[in-house]
Nanobody, 114 residues
Framework: QVHVMESGGGLVQPGGSLRLSCAAS?????GEWYRQAPGKQRELVAR???????RYADSVKGRFTISRDNAKNTVYLQMNSLKPEDTAVYYC???????????WGQGTQVTVSS
């Protein structure tokens, strides 16, 4: 059975930082982070491919960093200089080596407020 577990969300003040983790039960081929705020569409925030190439939404570029630790089967999202508009539920999505399809984390709440 495939498990994808997210962690690291919480309440942070504007300008603060959080690091989200997405740990999978298998080797990760590629990963993505999405977010969805109440009443808004789901938004692709960042992605990292099998070779380590990264892409970011314009709204987070320069502030967020997606990375991998292959030994831990984990994808991270480092979020710096957080703004209230970053408030959302964040979801990771991974593709695993040797398996077809995509696997989603359960979501973790990020709230940026003073």
């Amino acid at each position: 059975q495939v498990h994808v577990m997210e962690s690291g969300g919480g309440l942070v003040q504007p300008g603060g930082s959080l690091r989200l983790s997405c740990a999978a039960s298998g080797s990760i081929f590629s990963g993505e982070w999405y977010r969805q705020a109440p009443g808004k569409q789901r938004e692709l925030v960042a992605r990292i491919d099998y070779g380590g190439t990264t892409r970011y939404a314009d709204s987070v570029k320069g502030r967020f960093t997606i990375s991998r630790d292959n030994a831990k089967n984990t994808v991270y999202l480092q979020m710096n200089s957080l703004k209230p508009e970053d408030t959302a539920v964040y979801y990771c999505n991974v593709r695993l080596i040797g398996l077809s399809g995509e696997y989603w984390g359960q979501g973790t709440q990020v709230t940026v407020s003073s």
